[in-house]
């Protein structure tokens, strides 16, 4: 059994996605418009079960209202039991009535976390100002309720912020963090990874954090094995494969390749004897499946 820590799904009909619909704009990872369209569980599935998946969480994914899709997702997941299936939801940590969002949240047996974007890439990150959450002590505030009530945080951001969260995340020790997309290194230059590496040890340092090797497809659409060696390497090397766990990121990732190539190029890059902890273990602890 092995367990994709990171991939989303939508229907279009149910939920509204102002980003997904957005016709002609090109974004950071890519032109979304193969992707403009529904994506269900079943498709999802498919491709997944094909390479011995058998279980998943899902990653918000910027719906106009974060309720819906979580009741969405439950929906799916009670429509599904034969695919276990939990969800990490998106929640503003730094809103006046969070007790009341989280507790609304928490009625949902699917839900096991929360997301907040904090950068995306440099363009956009620049528009959004979500990099100023980091200044606000609400933020980390809300990081410390997250782990009160025995949920986890989804922490998506740049290489070039991970020494200031990492201040952020040592006020919040008992919350436990998923970093996305391995920190997310946009520059793939031998320096732009040297950077991202001397970076990433500030958060492998904090023991309640874990990392994500998901979404490696995003800066690069020409990815392979070999050029994305030295991140997988790095994130075993300093987190250690039992904070370490595989994410698919699909359907945004198909963008750049197909999930067998995507599962098939890890597993090239994870020694044997740490592939149950990246592809089924981590996952199982971090998000509490049963």
């Not at 006046?96 to 969002?101: A, R, W």
């Not at 507790?103 to 956009?124: K, N």
């Not at 995340?169 to 230059?189: E, F, I, M, N, W």
């Not at 994305?228 to 963008?255: E, K, Y």
Request: hydrophobic share 40%; glycine share 6%.
């Amino acid at each position: 059994m092995k367990i994709d820590a990171h991939h989303h799904l939508w229907d279009l009909n149910a939920v509204e996605y102002p980003w997904l619909m957005e016709k002609g704009a090109v974004r950071f990872f890519g032109d979304p418009t193969p992707i403009q369209r529904n994506y269900l569980l079943p498709e999802y599935r498919a491709d997944a079960s094909a390479q011995g998946f058998s279980a998943s969480v899902h990653i918000q994914v910027g719906a106009a209202d974060p309720w819906a899709e979580a009741q969405w997702v439950q929906s799916v997941a009670d429509q599904y039991p034969d695919w276990p299936l939990v969800q990490v939801v998106f929640c503003d940590l730094t809103a006046n009535d969070l007790e009341y969002q989280l507790d609304r949240f928490q009625s949902l047996p699917s839900v096991r976390g929360v997301r907040q974007i904090v950068g995306r890439a440099p363009g956009e990150d620049a528009k959004t100002g979500t990099n100023k959450l980091l200044e606000n002590p609400d933020f980390r505030n809300g990081l410390v309720a997250v782990g009160e009530r025995g949920l986890s945080f989804d922490l998506q951001l740049l290489p070039e912020l991970m020494e200031q969260t990492a201040e952020v995340l040592s006020q919040a020790p008992s919350t436990p963090v998923a970093l996305c997309h391995a920190g997310s290194p946009h520059d793939r230059s031998a320096e732009g990874l040297s950077h991202w590496q001397d970076a990433l040890s500030s958060l492998s340092k904090l023991p309640n954090v874990h990392c994500k090797l998901s979404g490696l497809g995003m800066f690069d659409h020409n990815w392979s094995a070999q050029s994305v060696a030295p991140i997988a390497s790095t994130c075993l090397s300093q987190f250690g494969a039992d904070r370490c766990m595989f994410g698919s990121n699909f359907p945004v990732d198909s963008l750049s390749s197909t999930y067998y190539e995507l599962v098939s190029r890890l597993q090239e890059l994870i020694p044997g004897a740490h592939q149950n902890s990246v592809f089924h273990n981590t996952a199982k602890r971090f998000y509490r499946f049963e």
